[in-house]
């Protein structure tokens, strides 16, 4: 089971993010490129809101089906998102119809996740290579077997 990455590790993911957003739509210029500049503006307002809440302690809560509740920024404790998982798209229960803060929080919350999962099993991978690197009897290789195989043909050649 992954262990809750830590939460610079969340805010380092969704700054990393954001930062990806705002490079490729500081990329879109040309004028062919308009929906993808659009597309990239939403992305980079999403995660950086998302960092920003984060940083001021917005956490998720997850939910039974798997999905999450997110306190509402601007009217903290009086209204709660809940957004929840349908084939793979996020969906939150706020007026946004597309990407949002809410689904940008989660977004860098599985990120970092994967990340903190691919950590340990990296970790549990160099564990068992520790193991493997303990030395082992000697066993002969099948070519060590044959040399011996061998020497001992010449020896008993030597008696006769
Ligand atoms: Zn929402």
Sequence with gaps: MTTQPPLDLIAAVLEELAGDAQRLYDGSVGPEQKEERTFWRCQKNAFNKALHYFSLGVRLTSTPSGGYTVPSASDAGATI???????????CSCDAHSFH??????AGYEVAFERQYLAEAEASAEAIV???DVELPFVPTPDEREYERAL??????EWY
């Design 81 to 91: 998102h809940r957004c929840w998982k349908v084939g793979g798209v996020w969906c």
């Design 152 to 157: 001992i043909t010449a020896d008993v050649e």
């Design 130 to 132: 520790r193991i493997e």
């Design 101 to 106: 803060w809410h689904t940008a929080l989660i």
